[in-house]
């Protein structure tokens, strides 16, 4: 499938287009709540990965390695973008947009121990890719920040004003408030930005804790973070009264109610749930990605 088509008009972003219809409602709510600390929803729900795990393990001996929940999440919700696009929409200068590709962050922690530097990784996908093009892309770009020793493009620039005094880099950062709200940030910094993108996810299983209810960030244009946690193990009974062993993953979403009605929403992380626990549906493109409206 060919990249998104786009062609760029006047009130649109470089990241993404204006939502000329969108509602009058919706258009009036980034006015009423203007911060994304003001709009943030939060929600929790746990999946069965007994199956899963079978699944995940069997692609492993395929040549997989180290696929897991982490590449099945991502997977699932780029899916679920090319069904409900709205999931990919985002607030800046009191504005929704449809946001122009997938765009996922992760913090990397450079080595597993305390003193370890960690830096963000933003890789881009398209909504027609499948979960082994997930897969290669995330793996290409941790390997790369792992494989370099020096400093990526967001740690550059962080180096580069971090130690200024606090009133130059107040003056810094209200200056790129200021582009950010009228949509004048140039590519070369939004393709660094931690703080902007379709959504950031942390795995917090690798570290052996539930997850966390995350706050999104009023800077930039992030709308959603995803936590996940370690796998538990419990024990239940099955339909003939037996007990069984099963494991779940518990996950907890934060989101900004301004880019699409609960109605949406709540649809949206149901595909999301759906797609994980059927891998396989996840191998080969979608057979449509959906537009969304304009």
Same mark, same amino acid.
Not at 6 to 31: A, C, E, H, M, V
Not at 217 to 228: E, H, I, R
Not at 265 to 280: I, Q, T, V, W
């Given at each position: 499938?060919?990249?998104?088509?786009?062609?760029?008009?006047?009130?649109?972003?470089?990241?993404?287009?204006?939502?000329?219809?969108?509602?009058?409602?919706?258009?009036?709510?980034?006015?009423?709540?203007?911060?994304?600390?003001?709009?943030?929803?939060?929600?929790?729900?746990?999946?069965?990965?007994?199956?899963?795990?079978?699944?995940?393990?069997?692609?492993?001996?395929?040549?997989?390695?180290?696929?897991?929940?982490?590449?099945?999440?991502?997977?699932?919700?780029?899916?679920?973008?090319?069904?409900?696009?709205?999931?990919? @929409?985002?607030? =800046?200068? %009191?504005?929704?947009?449809?946001?122009?590709? $997938? !765009?996922?962050?992760? *913090?990397? #922690?450079?080595?597993?121990?305390?003193?370890?530097?960690?830096?963000?990784?933003?890789?881009?996908?398209?909504?027609?890719?499948?979960?082994?093009?997930?897969? @290669?892309?995330? =793996?290409? %770009?941790?390997?790369?920040?792992?494989?370099? $020793? !020096?400093?990526?493009? *967001?740690? #550059?620039?962080?180096?580069?004003?971090?130690?200024?005094?606090?009133?130059?880099?107040?003056?810094?950062?209200?200056?790129?408030?200021?582009?950010?709200?009228?949509?004048?940030?140039?590519?070369?910094?939004?393709?660094?930005?931690?703080?902007?993108?379709?959504?950031?996810?942390?795995?917090?299983?690798?570290?052996?804790?539930?997850?966390?209810?995350?706050?999104?960030?009023?800077?930039?244009?992030?709308?959603?973070?995803?936590?996940?946690?370690?796998?538990?193990?419990?024990?239940?009974?099955?339909?003939?009264?037996?007990?069984?062993?099963?494991?779940?993953?518990?996950?907890?979403?934060?989101?900004?109610?301004?880019?699409?009605?609960?109605?949406?929403?709540?649809?949206?992380?149901?595909?999301?749930?759906?797609?994980?626990?059927?891998?396989?549906?996840?191998?080969?493109?979608?057979?449509?990605?959906?537009?969304?409206?304009?």
């Amino acid at each position: 499938m060919s990249e998104p088509i786009y062609k760029r008009r006047f009130g649109d972003r470089i990241d993404g287009r204006l939502l000329r219809t969108y509602p009058p409602y919706n258009k009036f709510t980034p006015f009423i709540m203007k911060r994304r600390s003001d709009s943030t929803n939060y929600f929790s729900d746990s999946i069965e990965v007994t199956e899963i795990d079978r699944w995940l393990r069997e692609k492993r001996t395929e040549g997989y390695k180290g696929l897991g929940i982490l590449h099945l999440f991502l997977a699932s919700y780029v899916r679920t973008v090319a069904y409900r696009p709205a999931l990919n @929409r985002f607030v =800046s200068g %009191q504005h929704v947009f449809a946001r122009n590709y $997938v !765009e996922v962050l992760m *913090t990397v #922690k450079k080595a597993f121990s305390d003193n370890a530097e960690e830096t963000t990784i933003k890789v881009k996908f398209l909504p027609s890719d499948t979960i082994f093009d997930i897969y @290669r892309k995330i =793996s290409e %770009q941790i390997d790369e920040v792992k494989a370099n $020793v !020096e400093d990526n493009g *967001t740690d #550059k620039f962080v180096r580069t004003f971090a130690n200024l005094p606090r009133i130059l880099l107040n003056t810094v950062v209200g200056f790129l408030k200021m582009l950010d709200y009228f949509g004048w940030l140039p590519q070369s910094l939004l393709d660094i930005s931690p703080f902007h993108g379709s959504m950031i996810i942390t795995d917090l299983g690798s570290l052996g804790i539930p997850p966390v209810h995350h706050h999104i960030y009023d800077f930039g244009n992030l709308p959603v973070f995803v936590a996940f946690g370690a796998k538990r193990h419990t024990v239940e009974l099955d339909a003939s009264a037996h007990p069984v062993e099963r494991k779940y993953v518990d996950y907890s979403v934060s989101v900004d109610e301004r880019t699409c009605d609960g109605f949406y929403m709540a649809g949206s992380f149901k595909y999301l749930k759906y797609y994980m626990k059927n891998p396989r549906l996840l191998e080969a493109p979608p057979e449509k990605v959906i537009q969304d409206i304009f």
